[in-house]
Structures are given as structure tokens and as C-alpha cells.
């Protein structure tokens, strides 16, 4: 059965950089890997996306092994405000001819002051 | 411009009872997305639709869940008998277009229902 895994918890203090790992061996050929972040009673909120190499926005930036069977998300310089839990979302091939749109286990994010 | 909206925000019933969700997608958005999301856990998918049409469905859990989007547009999750372990958050997306070259999709707010 395929995984999307992550890290479970990450502590880091404000100003640092946090760097969040998502294995996601099963990964569909042509799909891409898109991480949303999710505050408490809210709904998952985009922060980047991306299919190969590197791609930044004015958030974050995501980097992709020539694999792609991981992806990095790296958050700059976090603040207290980051404090929530990260997903990874990435489409999955299975052997039945199904696709289905795995999200990762999730990483709670803890900045501290 | 407005976000998914869903409704309603939270839905307390008892066991063995029929509820039905709402899922108001961004005006123009195709493709239209229900997941669930258990305590401390990521968002399962349930259920695809394109269109007026279910592209996957192979999510829902049993034949006890039942979704429809009769104009292409707002979107109702149905679920019948329901039973304690049906307690979740029942988040609804939706993108542009859709595909199987993910698009990003735009969550509402979820609805959490508590069934005792």
C-alpha cells in the first residue's frame, strides 16, 4: 500500500529556517507534489508546488530530488505565526489502474519565541 | 473573491441518523474534491467529481456515503445510518479544472460531525 510519510513533530525558534521532508516512494509518473499548511478548525491552505528540481515563492521553497520519490519544503526565517501542521499532497498510481490524491501524515510545526 | 464555503459548520447526531453536507465551491471551479479528516490525522480522500460527474469515487469508505453535484456546482455529501466512527472533519476542495496534473485546491473550512 503506498506511504506518504512525514515527520511526525518539529520544534524550531524564531528566525530559523525549517526544512520538512515527505517520502512518497509510490509517486504517479506526471504528478506533482503540492504542500499545504493547516491552522487548527481550518481548512489545508496552499503554500507551494512543484514537479522536479527547485521552485520558491514568497513563502517557501520546495526542492525535489531527480527521483522524486521526496520533496523538501523549506520555510525561511519562520515566526511564531508558522506554528501549524504541514501536509504533503502527491497523486498515486496504484497496480489497479486507480489515482488517488494521497495527503502526508503531517508535520506540527512548533515555533518557538 | 469568496472561498469554499461549507455547511453547515459543525453537526452533532445520533447514531443510525441521515445527514447531508453542503460544499459551495469558487464560482468557475470544474473540479470539486471531499475529504476526510480524522483527529490528528491528514485529509482521506473520499471523492471526485468533474463536472456534474464523479470522476473517482473509489474513496467513499461504503455504500452507506452517496455525493452528488447536480449543476456542476454545489456539491452535497450524504451519508446514511450513520455510525460513531463517521466523527470527522469533512473537508471539501475545489480547483480549476482538475486532472491528473494536480492542480492546487482551495479548501473550505470543513464541517465536523460528531455522531454519539
Known amino acids: 500500500l503506498a506511504k506518504t510519510t512525514q515527520p511526525i513533530s518539529m520544534d524550531s525558534y524564531e528566525g530559523q529556517e525549517v526544512n520538512i521532508t515527505c517520502s512518497h516512494n509510490n509517486i504517479a509518473t506526471n504528478d506533482y507534489i503540492t504542500w499545504y499548511q493547516q491552522f487548527p478548525s481550518q481548512g489545508p491552505r496552499f503554500i507551494i508546488q512543484g514537479y522536479k528540481t527547485k521552485v520558491t515563492n514568497e513563502v517557501a521553497s520546495l526542492f525535489i530530488p531527480a527521483d522524486r520519490k521526496s520533496s523538501t519544503l523549506s520555510l525561511p526565517r519562520v515566526s511564531l505565526s508558522d506554528t501549524a501542521v504541514y501536509y504533503c499532497l502527491v497523486g498515486v498510481a496504484f497496480t489497479s489502474g486507480t489515482y488517488k490524491y494521497i495527503f502526508g501524515t503531517g508535520t506540527r510545526l512548533k515555533v518557538l519565541a | ?116
Open chain 2, 1 to 116: 473573491g469568496a472561498g469554499v464555503s461549507q455547511t453547515p459548520s459543525n453537526k452533532v447526531t445520533e447514531k443510525g441518523k441521515y445527514v447531508e453536507l453542503r460544499c459551495d465551491p469558487i464560482s468557475g471551479h470544474t473540479a470539486l474534491y471531499w475529504y476526510r479528516q480524522s483527529l490528528g490525522q491528514g485529509p482521506e480522500f473520499l471523492i471526485y467529481f468533474q463536472g456534474t460527474g464523479a470522476a473517482d469515487d473509489s474513496g467513499l469508505p461504503n455504500d452507506r456515503f452517496f455525493a452528488v453535484r447536480p449543476e456542476g456546482s454545489v456539491s452535497t455529501l450524504k451519508i446514511q445510518r450513520t455510525e460513531r466512527g463517521d466523527s470527522a472533519v469533512y473537508l471539501c476542495a475545489s480547483s480549476p479544472s482538475g486532472g491528473v496534473n494536480q492542480e492546487t485546491q482551495y479548501f473550505g473550512p470543513g464541517t465536523r460531525l460528531l455522531v454519539l
